[in-house]
T-cell receptor, first 112, second 112 residues
């Protein structure tokens, strides 16, 4: 059964720092991987989607990489800002027609 | 504006009562999903539907029921058989199964 793990569970950094969030999954047979952001009490906002054939995706200050063979993905946030403070969730889709399997998230706090 | 709406935002019920959570999307997406989020446990899949009049159980379907009579609507009923119904419920949709998922704002259900 696919399991998704995110490390660390929480992270505090000063404004301006570059940071990396980690996601690992146990079964490399994924269809795609998606990174989300969740603010307290809110729904999820999709940040980046990486198809299984891709190695990385970029959006603004965010860059997500995927290494299927090792079962890992990283989300790189450049020049962090207080507005980046949120919980970041990683999720994978396994076989075609199945839904997302989520990690428990990394809660990021960026101080000014 | 296109998007996913969930209503109500907060819902309170007495134990033993059934309650239905609404999820509507105007994105013309074929696939829709229901997830449950509990503190420290991440999101878990309850039910999903790839097309109208068809749906599949997720990991934690016991005590829940759904219907998909229209493409844009996927209501979730929390029955009295659900032992721990208090949680944050999130609805999502994607153009097809396995594609990028978009989430609604969520409904927080409290049962006392």
């Amino acid at each position: 059964k696919q399991e998704v793990t995110q490390i660390p569970a929480a992270l505090s950094v000063p404004e301006g720092e570059n940071l990396v969030l980690n996601c690992s999954f146990t079964d490399s047979a994924i269809y795609n991987l998606q990174w989300f952001r969740q603010d307290p009490g809110k729904g999820l906002t999709s940040l980046l989607l990486i198809q299984s054939s891709q190695r990385e995706q970029t959006s603004g200050r965010l860059n997500a990489s995927l290494d299927k063979s090792s079962g890992r993905s990283t989300l790189y946030i450049a020049a962090s800002q207080p507005g980046d403070s949120a919980t970041y969730l990683c999720a994978v889709t396994g076989q075609a027609g199945t839904a997302l399997i989520f990690g428990k998230g990394t809660t990021l706090s960026v101080s000014s | 504006d296109g998007g996913i709406t969930q209503s109500p935002k907060y819902l309170f019920r007495k134990e033993g009562q059934n309650v239905t959570l609404s999820c509507e999307q105007n994105l013309n997406h074929d696939a829709m999903y229901w997830y449950r989020q509990d503190p420290g446990q991440g999101l878990r899949l309850i039910y999903y539907s790839q097309i109208v009049n068809d749906f599949q159980k997720g990991d934690i379907a016991e005590g829940y029921s759904v219907s998909r009579e229209k493409k844009e609507s996927f209501p979730l009923t929390v029955t009295s058989a659900q032992k721990n119904p208090t949680a944050f419920y999130l609805c999502a949709s994607s153009i097809f199964a396995d594609y990028e998922q978009y989430f609604g704002p969520g409904t927080r259900l409290t049962v006392t």
